[in-house]
């Protein structure tokens, strides 16, 4: 997407939807440190789950709903059902697992994490100033033209891709069955 400079004198403002995605994304932001900083995984999986849903609704404000709905079904569906069925299996109640010294070297650690997020923030939200939204289609992102252009434009790469899968399912199933 190219940045298109704004006119001179024109001051830089946030509209409705740069706004909410922002804030939408500022919470997203906060449940994955959620997701990495809960000591208990079912918390930690909680917070991956409003996390998922989270990017589904900013999917859905910039208005692609097979995205918003993909992620819905796979990822805080299946993908929280294997994350689930993989707690399961582990020993929830054990904390020294868990649990780590602290580290002297995370004093220095902090500090220059902050420093690599801000220079992270810098690249991102300093050319956002000259940014304006450009008009998308209005059958963006919608399923009717995902599937249109995945069949058609598309359709090679996708049944080589499915070709790829298959082959790959072929192959697991070939290295389960010589374990066994």
Same mark, same amino acid.
């Given at each position: 997407m190219e940045l298109?400079?704004? %006119?001179? #004198? =024109? %001051?830089?403002?946030? /509209?409705? /939807?740069?706004?909410?995605?922002?804030?939408?994304? #500022?919470?997203?932001?906060?449940?994955?440190? #959620?997701?990495?900083?809960?000591? /208990? %995984? =079912?918390?930690?999986?909680?917070?991956? =789950?409003?996390n998922f849903l989270i990017l589904a609704i900013v999917y859905f404000t910039l208005n692609s709903q097979l995205l918003g709905i993909t992620q819905i079904m796979v990822y805080a569906g299946a993908i929280m059902v294997l994350f689930l069925f993989v707690m399961m299996l582990l020993n929830l109640r054990a904390k020294t697992t868990l649990s780590e010294k602290i580290d002297p070297r995370m004093f220095l650690a902090v500090p220059m994490g902050l420093a690599l997020l801000a220079g992270i923030a810098y690249q991102v939200f300093w050319p956002l100033r000259e940014f304006v939204m450009p008009k998308a289609h209005d059958s963006y992102g919608s399923p009717q033209a995902i599937g249109i252009t995945l069949f058609t434009d598309y359709a090679y790469p996708f049944e080589v891709t499915s070709v790829l899968l298959l082959v790959g399912v072929v192959g697991s199933v070939l290295l389960a069955k010589r374990r066994v």
């Open positions: 298109i400079p704004l %006119p001179p #004198g =024109v %001051p830089f403002t946030l /509209n409705w /939807n740069q706004l909410s995605f922002l804030i939408l994304a #500022g919470v997203a932001a906060l449940f994955a440190i #959620g997701v990495v900083a809960m000591k /208990n %995984p =079912v918390r930690s999986a909680m917070c991956l =789950v409003v």
